[in-house]
């Protein structure tokens, strides 16, 4: 399996998730729609550098 791939579902995967909240729950509260996106990118940020980033 080439080294990006999981990188790249990674990263569609994130978006995803991004949208999809952003669309179901969050559409007219702009603060907590920023504040949302701000916390899944740190998680998100953090599950790859613990499962995914081999240095």
Do not use: E, Q, S, T
């Not at 994130?14 to 559409?27: A, C, E, P, Q, T």
């Not at 996106?37 to 613990?50: K, M, P």
């Amino acid at each position: 399996m080439p080294r990006n791939l999981p990188i790249a579902l990674f990263v569609a995967a994130l978006v995803v998730v991004i949208v999809g909240v952003d669309v179901l729950i969050f559409r007219h509260h702009v603060w907590a729609r920023l504040m949302m996106n701000v916390g899944l990118v740190l998680v998100w940020a953090a599950i790859y550098v613990r499962f995914l980033y081999k240095a």
